[in-house]
């Protein structure tokens, strides 16, 4: 069992070495479109739902 474990581990091992890493600038660069990206969206439905509410209210009275 412990050394289906091992070969296991150096196989892991081997595979991390091929893959190819985000540099520091493309990390931060990625995440702040993202977040930038979640802002626009987040203003967009909640300026929807305030509209649709103030709809909703014309029609309710």
């Known amino acids: 069992m ?3 474990a091992g070969s296991f ?3 892991v091992s081997a595979e991390m070495r091929k893959v ?3 540099s520091r600038s493309e ?3 990625s995440t702040l479109i993202v977040l930038i990206t ?3 969206f987040a ?3 909640g ?3 305030v509209l649709f509410l103030q709809i ?3 029609f309710v009275r």
Do not use: E, Q
Request: glycine residues 4%; charged residues 20%; without cysteine.
């Open 20 to 22: 190819s890493w985000s």
């Open 47 to 49: 300026g929807m739902d």
């Open 9 to 11: 581990l150096k196989a």
């Open 27 to 29: 990390i931060i660069r």
């Open 38 to 40: 979640i802002i626009i």
């Open 2 to 4: 412990f050394k289906k």
């Open 56 to 58: 909703l209210n014309v």
């Open 43 to 45: 203003a967009l439905i």
